[in-house]
Structures are given as C-alpha cells and as structure tokens.
C-alpha cells in the first residue's frame, strides 16, 4: 500500500536520495515533451533566482491550461495539488524523479514568447541553506541606583487670616405704631373708620406744637387730612393728605419731626 508523507518529509527525508541537477533536466524534459514545448534559456529577471541547475520550458496556452495539461501527463508524480502565493496568477508544485521532487512553478511568460513559462529547480533543502544566523548574546544592563532628590525644605507655615467678623445686620427701625399698616387712608365721601385712623390721628396731636393733648374719634375727616398735609410738608414726604405706607412708617418713627399747629390749612 502506497503512502503519502507531508510534503516537508519528503523533501527532507533522508530515506530519498537528494535531487541533482541531472534530475532538473529530465523533469524539463519530459515537462516540454507533455506539452509539446521547448526547452529555453531562462529569462535574464531569473538570474538571481535559484541555483545554477534551473531549467526553463516554453509552452503554448495560459496558465490554467498548462497545469491541466501537466495533471494529466505527469499523474502521480506531482505531488498534491497545485499551490499559488499570487491569487492563482502562476502556481507551483513538485515533481518526482530518480533524485527525489524537483521544483516546478507555471507563470506567465515575462518576455512574451510563449504562453505561459515554466520554471524547474532544485528544492530549497537539496541547494544547500544558509546557515541561521547566530542571536545576538543577550546584553545584561545593570540599572543605576537613582539618587533621590533633596527633600524640598518644608515651607513656612503661612499664618491663618483671622476671620472677619460679619457686619452685624442694621436693626430694622422700631415702629411706635399701636397696630399694624393694612390699607391706606384717604379722605373719601365714606369716610374711612377704624383703629388705624384712631392711631394715627393720636400720633399727629403727639407731634403738634403746642400739644393740646387729647385723642382722635377714629374718624377721617377733612381735618385729620389737612394735619396729615402739615406733617408730610415738615418731613419732606409728598404732600397728598393720604396715608401711605412711606407716610405710615415716617409717622410711627422715632425720627418723625413734630410740625407747628400753625401750618395747618384747615379747610
């Protein structure tokens, strides 16, 4: 029973005798024979390429056609299938010998006189390789012990602000009103009545000069809107005879002035 070994077994084998370039000659032989080709100098682009024992066959028809053409007239001397490092533009493969496989590769013709080209030589292992470069010896590097650098002098403690103490508030005036400002008071064909009126018409007689004494009937009249004209004329407040909350405030303020009872246009 034959059995096939991987591809790198049978070119590295030492059981197989290795190929020599006798054998590269009778695989081009017998190549241009199956084609129906001619053997040629290989282009001067391959005389950089492989060993002096190369070999070059000229073929007719492109390079699909000539591996078909060899699969069927070398059979199972080659070995495997077809391989291709170019997306199938050329391929290559092995072919057998008394010596052992032999290189083969089917490429378009560079210099155009033929169809297609094919390309024979001795496997890479039985050229001989170079030897494998030497690693390098691995360089030990010694780090230096760093210096750490001076410590920083601390710096100076800086001295803490003293805090401000916040202004203290303005202590909103005290109001000497008896009762709280709810409206403002006008004289009006109903008159207006009630405590508030009382008060202010109780503070007005306090600030009149001179002071009869006395106390308001809680009613706004025509007289307590003419004193109201007198008080706002000495404080500098407009003078409409309404109380308003700016009257109000003036009123029941320490800082109210009193006013003649002289300057009251009584109506």
């Not at 077994?9 to 009778?26: F, I, Q």
């Not at 010896?137 to 800086?158: F, I, N």
């Not at 407040?237 to 006013?259: H, I, M, N, Q, Y």
Request: hydrophobic share 40%; net charge positive; proline share 12%.
């Amino acid at each position: 029973m034959k059995v096939a070994l991987p591809l790198a077994a049978l070119l590295t084998s030492a059981a197989l005798a290795a190929p020599t370039g006798r054998d590269v000659s009778r695989a081009a032989t017998r190549t241009a024979e199956a084609l129906g080709g001619v053997l040629r100098t290989c282009p001067a682009s391959f005389s950089r390429v492989g060993t002096p024992d190369k070999q070059c066959v000229g073929a007719a028809g492109r390079v699909e056609a000539v591996r078909g053409q060899l699969s069927a007239a070398l059979g199972g001397d080659l070995y495997g299938v077809w391989r291709s490092r170019d997306g199938q533009r050329s391929v290559y493969n092995w072919v057998r010998t008394p010596g052992g496989y032999v290189y083969l590769r089917v490429q378009p013709d560079p210099e155009g006189r033929a169809g297609s080209l094919l390309y024979l030589d001795l496997p890479p292992q039985s050229a001989g390789s170079q030897a494998a470069p030497q690693a390098k010896p691995a360089v030990t590097v010694t780090p230096r012990a760093q210096t750490p650098p001076p410590a920083s002098a601390a710096p100076a403690p800086q001295p803490t602000p003293t805090p401000r103490p916040a202004p203290a508030a303005t202590p909103a005036p005290r109001s000497l009103a008896p009762v709280p400002f709810t409206r403002t008071l006008r004289l009006q064909a109903q008159r207006l009545n009630g405590a508030d009126v009382r008060a202010v018409q109780d503070r007005l007689i306090a600030l009149t000069r001179p002071s009869g004494g006395g106390h308001g009937d809680g009613w706004y009249g025509p007289v307590t809107a003419a004193t109201v004209r007198a008080f706002q004329a000495a404080n500098g407040l407009p003078v409409t005879g309404t109380v308003d909350r700016a009257t109000w405030d003036r009123l029941f303020s320490e800082e109210a002035k009193p006013f003649p009872a002289s300057s009251i246009a009584l109506p």
